[in-house]
C-alpha cells in the first residue's frame, strides 16, 4: 500500500517550523528517513502515526484518509517511538500476552501462539522468561517491535530505532527489521548513513523539514559516479582545502595526515584521484548544497 504525503506544514508554538510543506511517496518494502538531529524526523513520524496534528497538508494510507480517520490508521499501524518509557518488572512472555489481551485476543491457545511467533521473529524467544527491564538497548528495541506486531499491522514507523546500539546489537536489529519489511511498509528513521545503505530500497534525506532527495541507495551513488576525488594532505591544510575545494568530508590518518573527498564535476587538481561514490557522500553534498542555498 501507498503512502502519500501532500503540503504537509507544521509549525510549533515557539516559532519552529519543523515540517515545511513536504511532500513524499512511500511505497511498499523498506524506506529509510535520514536526516541530522532536528531535521523533523520524529515530527514527520508522529503526524503520520496520528499522534499529533499538522497545520496543513494531507496524508493518505491506501484507502485512509489518515488526518481525518485516525483510527482506522492507528488499526494497521505498528509505531516505535524514539524514546520508550520504562518497562514494568514482568517477562517478556507475560508482557506480551498481557498487550494481546488488551488487543482483544481472547482466546488464550490464540495469544500463546501469537506471542510465540512475534518472540520467534524478533530473535527473543530463548529470553523469553527474562524482565523485559533487564533487557540491553537492543534486546529492549527488538521487544519494541514484537510489541507492535502483535497488531499484524500493514504500516510500521520506528524512529530512530539503532541510536545508541553497539554494532553487534544494531546488527541483530536490522535483521529482525529486514524480515519484518517483507510483509509490510516500514519507514525507518535515522542519522546514520549505513543504516540506510544496509536496509533500504528506497529513501530520502531530510532537513529543515523538507525533502532534500528521494532516491534509492543505489541510484543516488551512481548518479556522482566519476565525481568524488580524493587525496592526502597535511592536518593544517584542511582549512585552505576547505577554501578551494568543495570538500564533503575528511578523514585522520594513523600519521596524522588526512584523507579528504571532494565533489567536482572534473579533476580538482593533479593530486586529486577519482574513487568510488558512497553513501556518505550523497548524504553530504545534498545537506552541505542546502545550507549554502539557505545561509
Ligand atoms: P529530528 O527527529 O529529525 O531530530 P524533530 O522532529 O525532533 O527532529 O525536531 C524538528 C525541529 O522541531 C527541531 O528544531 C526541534 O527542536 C523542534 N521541535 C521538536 N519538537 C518540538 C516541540 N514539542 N516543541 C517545539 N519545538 C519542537
Ligand atoms: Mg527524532
Redesign the pocket.
Known amino acids: 500500500m501507498k503512502l502519500s504525503i501532500t503540503n504537509l506544514t507544521k509549525t510549533?508554538?515557539?516559532g519552529?517550523k519543523?515540517i515545511d510543506n513536504l511532500n513524499l511517496e512511500i511505497g511498499t518494502g523498506m524506506f529509510g528517513l535520514l536526516?541530522p538531529?532536528?531535521?523533523?524526523?520524529?515530527?514527520?513520524m508522529r503526524t503520520i502515526a496520528t499522534l499529533q496534528s499538522p497545520d496543513s497538508g494531507s496524508i493518505q494510507f491506501g484507502e485512509i484518509n489518515v488526518l481525518k480517520d485516525k483510527m482506522a490508521l492507528r488499526k494497521v499501524l505498528g509505531y516505535l517511538p524514539?524514546s520508550f518509557g520504562v518497562y514494568p518488572k514482568m517477562s517478556a512472555e507475560a508482557l506480551l500476552d498481557y498487550f494481546a489481551t488488551l488487543k482483544g485476543v481472547k482466546s488464550k491457545t490464540d495469544r500463546e501462539t501469537l506471542v510465540k511467533e512475534v518472540l520467534e521473529i524478533t530473535n527473543l524467544y530463548e529470553v523469553r522468561k527474562k524482565e523485559v527491564a533487564g533487557y540491553s538497548g537492543g534486546m529492549k528495541q527488538r521487544f519494541g517491535i514484537a510489541q507492535l506486531l502483535l497488531n499484524n499491522p500493514k504500516l510500521i514507523i520506528v524512529d530512530e530505532p539503532t541510536a545508541g546500539l553497539d554494532p553487534a546489537e544494531r546488527h541483530r536489529f536490522l535483521n529482525v527489521l529486514r524480515e519484518v519489511g517483507t510483509n509490510c511498509s516500514v519507514i525507518f528513521?535515522t542519522h546514520i548513513v549505513d543504516d540506510v545503505k544496509e536496509l533500504c530500497n528506497e529513501m530520502a534525506i531530510?532537513n529543515g523539514?523538507r525533502i532534500l532527495q528521494h532516491t534509492t541507495p543505489t541510484e543516488a551513488t551512481e548518479a556522482i559516479k566519476g565525481k568524488i576525488w580524493t587525496r592526502i594532505i597535511e592536518r593544517d591544510e584542511l582549512e585552505s582545502m576547505e577554501a578551494t575545494f568543495n570538500v564533503l568530508s575528511s578523514n585522520y590518518n594513523q600519521d596524522n595526515t588526512l584523507n579528504i573527498r571532494v565533489y567536482a564535476d572534473e579533476q580538482p587538481a593533479p593530486e586529486f584521484r577519482t574513487v568510488a561514490p558512497q553513501l556518505d557522500d550523497v548524504y553530504f553534498i545534498a545537506l552541505k548544497s542546502d545550507t549554502e542555498v539557505t545561509a
Open positions: 510549533y508554538k515557539n519552529v519543523a536526516g538531529n532536528g531535521a523533523g524526523k520524529s515530527t514527520l524514539q528513521s531530510l523539514g
